[in-house]
């Protein structure tokens, strides 16, 4: 996958709005497999809906969302599935973890379907976020912070053109979020990947192409 389109798309929410002011809603915009973008916005402006419609979980919305060039309604079951599987990965805001299970199983779930890691790179990644100690420590007990250093983790155990982060950094401290950043860097420019962040404050310290107000 090379591109994602955006036209005219809006939150059916959104509908009754008198003006919406966005660089985003209510526009034709294209993100470009390679390119970093930083989508800043305000609570309550739409941008974990944003990456919900993307990722195909919701369809609440008007306008066009298009990958290739194909609208994304008529992709069936199989066709999201290998989407979710090669082309795109997603940290969702609310991390979406299995608090019962521990970190190293939480991330295994998703290596074991892809194939895409050894042990030893997965192990590496969790002491260089520090949490090697946690491994085996249940999600549940474990704090935010370090619950979204696993989620980042989880998300960089497959292929992807595009991985998407909503809000990656919120409880985190600032050496661990550059870290999560040079992780993620190292990780999309080896597979020539865009990266997409959002942010309603502090966000990831990176080289951003474009940075676009919601």
């Known amino acids: 996958m090379n591109t994602i389109t955006l036209q005219q798309t809006l939150p059916q929410a959104f509908a009754g709005r008198d003006s919406i002011v966005s660089?985003?809603?209510?526009?034709?915009?294209e993100l470009q497999r390679g390119q970093s973008i930083l989508i800043e916005a305000s609570s309550g402006s739409g941008k974990s809906s944003l990456c919900s419609y993307i990722y195909g979980y919701r369809d609440d919305y008007q306008g066009i969302i298009g990958f290739d060039g194909k609208n994304i309604r008529s992709l069936g079951m199989n066709e999201w599935t290998e989407i979710r599987k090669k082309s795109i990965s997603m940290l969702f805001q609310e991390l979406r973890l299995f608090a019962e299970l521990t970190a190293w199983e939480n991330v295994q779930i998703k290596n074991s379907l892809t194939g895409f890691k050894s042990k030893n790179e997965i192990k590496e990644w969790f002491e260089r976020l520090d949490i090697a100690d946690k491994m085996q420590s249940p999600v549940g007990r474990m704090s935010f912070g370090q619950q979204q250093r696993v989620a980042l983790i989880r998300a960089l155990c497959q292929p992807f053109d595009f991985i998407f982060l909503d809000e990656p950094t919120s409880h985190l401290d600032d050496t661990n979020a550059d870290i999560m950043a040079s992780l993620l860097q190292e990780?999309?420019?080896r597979q020539?990947?865009?990266?997409?962040?959002?942010?309603?404050?502090?966000?990831?310290?990176m080289d951003y192409q474009q940075i676009w107000k919601l």
């Open 187 to 189: 990780e999309a420019t």
């Open 23 to 29: 660089d985003v809603w209510h526009r034709h915009i």
């Open 192 to 205: 020539e990947a865009g990266v997409i962040v959002t942010s309603i404050g502090k966000h990831l310290n």
